[in-house]
């Protein structure tokens, strides 16, 4: 069956990115930057997507964002320069729903109480939920059970956060994510935590307005939106993805982007069911493909092609955008993909990755009771059992898919899962190993590792594949995949047997002969 999967984005940039901290090859940016430069690196990638601990941050490895400046202790100007330079465009972070507890604005705010600038920048729990509910012996309004059990949550309890304001009050703000008090030398109150901004204020607007040119400035090309689906807030709606109002703020949030050439990618979890990754397509958004991973390794596991076929159909049909990925610095997603798997296969995907040292993420209610899986996580490696065959044939589909890949650099120099950050640091650390330079050279050298970046060279310089070529899905065994790209008179196919993880790639030019990679 021939698919046209037609550039939905005019200027969207194609060509593999590489995904990484600014601290996750070698200890600064400027040493990634050089890794990059060397001779097994060069023409791997078109993009590189730096996460957010490049500004200055102090949570959840930068997504609790200080301040847009550049974090000087990891990056430089010059080193974003030099990317540039090389012909390699940036991808961003704008972390929407909330900034830090130390950022400038909520100390100002904790500081100078009602008298502060920046009151109007934070929500108000009480203010927001007046008349909606009863006032706890501790002082802030529980809503009443119709909104209570709307409300989607990331964490047990509500989402608040205690704040003593210089009249003797206690104020409480909205907290969707994480939040720690303690106290410091001087034995005041020490906050930390990802406070939600009021998306009702004109403050905020201007701050996001002021970071857009910044992150332009930068050289930001695309820019990921970061929990932007907690960021509209309304009584007697879930608070996650409210429609209409997520519309119009993301919509509002365009026009901004696109006085500065930005290509905004939404990022969301959520159901595939739900079709909400329909929803931002149809609107002319690039989406995440938080399915693939899941359905990689669905299919690696049974040898079952069905699964994965639907999906990749549905992409080139509706002529979705997407930027795929295996490995990410969040977890492996299970939640998105009910509704491509069944409950039985999502089951035995997190039964799976949990035998082999993984981790699982839950969600919550308001008391504390779990209602739903998440996300599971792991280093894909570990997901596959380490098994270096069943990673290089999902490398080699990645490469194939429809959309822009994006490569998890501890994915591409096959790492397992660290159980010690996991203890001491949380349940994401799992997958996020720095690698020491050092570290990297030897890695190099591993058959796996050469072998992946030949398949990405492959993709990121090889004619045939790229948003405006045409995919031809062959008929096949339901233990096989067979995936041709035609483009730029150029044609490449791939050939696996999911139950071996086994595959042949060939590719040839017009007028030459077939050459098998």
Request: hydrophobic share 35%; aromatic share 12%; charged share 25%.
């Amino acid at each position: 069956m021939n698919m046209n999967h037609n550039k939905l984005i005019p200027s969207l940039p194609d060509g593999v990115i590489f995904n990484a901290y600014p601290d996750s090859c070698g200890e600064n940016l400027g040493e990634m930057v050089s890794l990059l430069q060397s001779e097994e690196f060069r023409d791997l990638f078109s993009q590189c997507y730096i996460l957010p601990s490049l500004f200055n941050s102090d949570l959840d490895r930068g997504f609790s964002i200080i301040s847009y400046d550049l974090n000087q202790h990891y990056a430089s100007s010059e080193n974003l320069q030099d990317l540039k330079s090389m012909g390699i465009s940036l991808k961003l972070d704008f972390v929407l729903n909330h900034l830090s507890a130390q950022s400038p604005q909520f100390r100002d705010l904790v500081e100078k109480g009602d008298s502060s600038g920046y009151l109007d920048c934070f929500i108000d729990w009480n203010k927001f939920w007046q008349g909606k509910g009863k006032v706890s012996h501790e002082g802030y309004i529980i809503p009443d059970e119709k909104y209570l059990n709307k409300l989607f949550m990331r964490k047990p309890g509500l989402p608040i956060l205690k704040i003593p304001f210089p009249d003797g009050t206690d104020r409480f703000f909205w907290n969707t994510f994480y939040q720690k008090v303690t106290e410091s030398e001087r034995g005041e109150p020490a906050y930390t935590g990802q406070m939600d901004l009021n998306a009702d204020s004109e403050i905020v607007w201007q701050f996001y307005e002021e970071t857009f040119k910044k992150l332009h400035d930068y050289g930001a090309r695309i820019v990921r939106l970061d929990a932007f689906a907690y960021l509209h807030k309304e009584v007697g709606q879930s608070n996650f993805f409210n429609e209409p109002g997520t519309w119009d703020l993301l919509e509002r949030l365009k026009e901004m982007a696109d006085k500065y050439r930005i290509i905004l990618l939404p990022e969301i979890h959520s159901r595939y069911e739900e079709k909400i990754h329909e929803k931002l397509a149809q609107k002319g958004y690039p989406i995440y493909d938080f399915f693939f991973p899941g359905l990689v390794l669905n299919a690696l596991e049974t040898g079952i092609n069905s699964h994965l076929i639907r999906w990749i159909e549905e992409i080139v049909e509706k002529k979705y955008t997407t930027v795929n990925m295996l490995g990410c610095h969040d977890g492996i997603p299970v939640l998105d993909v009910k509704g491509l798997l069944g409950d039985r296969d999502i089951e035995d995907l997190i039964n799976n990755v949990k035998s082999r040292g993984g981790r699982v993420k839950d969600l919550y209610d308001a008391d504390g009771n779990k209602i739903s899986y998440y996300q599971v996580n792991a280093t894909y490696y570990s997901a596959l059992n380490e098994d270096d065959n069943k990673l290089l044939l999902a490398r080699a589909i990645q490469m194939f898919m429809p959309g822009i890949p994006q490569v998890w650099y501890l994915d591409l120099f096959a790492g397992i899962n660290d159980y010690a950050a996991a203890e001491s640091l949380g349940h994401k650390e799992i997958n996020r190993t720095n690698l020491s330079i050092s570290e990297i050279e030897k890695r190099k050298d591993m058959t796996i590792v050469k072998d992946q970046l030949k398949l990405i060279k492959f993709r990121n310089t090889y004619p045939a594949f790229g948003l405006n070529s045409i995919l031809k899905i062959e008929n096949s065994n339901s233990n096989e995949l067979n995936l041709t790209w035609t483009g730029s008179g150029s044609r490449a196919s791939l050939k696996a047997d999911l139950s071996k993880s086994e595959f042949e790639i060939y590719y040839k030019r017009d007028g030459g002969d077939v050459e098998r990679l």
